[in-house]
C-alpha cells in the first residue's frame, strides 16, 4: 500500500479469527519487523485479560511486529510508548482524548482503544519480537461489561488510513525512546495520562487498592497514593 511509512508491510484481510494468532506465527516464522496484519473483521478477537473482543466491521483491528534491541524487562516501558503513538496518531481526529494505565485510550473518560502486548525472547534473555495488538472504535463502541465505551466523532477514518497513521507514530515514538530514553515517553504519557491527584482504585494481582494518581516511577509503573502509604503497581486494571 502506497500510503505505509518507509519499512512497512501490511497485510489486509477481511476477516481473520484474531490479528495477533496471525501475526503470532509470522513472527516464529522469522518474519522481519515492520509487520502490520489489519482484519476488517475478527471473529475471535480478545481484550485484556482474556476478554472476548466484539469486532464488527468498521474498527481498526491491527497488529504490528517489532524487533527491538531490547531486555525484556523493557516490555512495559515499549506498551506505554505504544499508546503515546496511538494517542497522537488519533488525536487530530477527536477532542478530549486521554491515556488510562498502562494502554488504553478514553474518549471523555469512556474506553475508545486498547492495546495488547505480547513478546518472545531470545535465548540470551534479550527481546526476540514484540507485539502489539491494538484495537481503535472507529465506527462502533463494543459493550464491555462495567465500562463505558465511545467511538471516534464522525467523519470516521477508514481502519487502512487510521493504522497508516499509527505506524507512521510508532516509528517518531519509537525514535525518540531511542535517542532520548524511556523518559522522554514517560513525560509524554504523563502529559496525556491523569492529572496527578486523581482518584483512581486498582485491581491488582496482591488486592485491591484505593487511593490517588501519583504519576509513573522511572521503569513505567503506576504510582497510586492510598491510607497506608505509597504502592508501585506493575500489572493490574485501572478504575476511575
Known sequence: MSNLPAGWRML???QLPSTADLLRQKAEGGAPERLAILARRQTA???TRGRTWESPPGNLY????????????EVPQWGLLAAVALHAAVSPFAAGLSLKWP????????KCAGILSEAALRPDGRLDWLAFGIGVNLAFAPEVPGRRTATLPAPVLPPEEAAARLMGSLDHWREVMETR????????????????GTPISVTAPAGPLLGSFEGLDGTGALLI????????????????
Open 103 to 110: 494502554n488504553d485510550l478514553l474518549l471523555g473518560g469512556a
Open 62 to 73: 491491527l497488529s504490528v511486529l517489532l524487533r527491538p534491541t531490547a531486555p525484556v524487562r
Open 225 to 240: 497514593s492510598t491510607a497506608g502509604g505509597m504502592e508501585t503497581v506493575t500489572a493490574g486494571d485501572v478504575h476511575p
Open 12 to 14: 489486509v484481510h477481511d
Open 45 to 47: 478477537g480478545r481484550g
Open 181 to 196: 530514553g524511556f523518559a522522554a515517553i514517560r513525560e509524554a504519557w504523563l502529559e496525556r495520562g491523569p492529572p496527578i
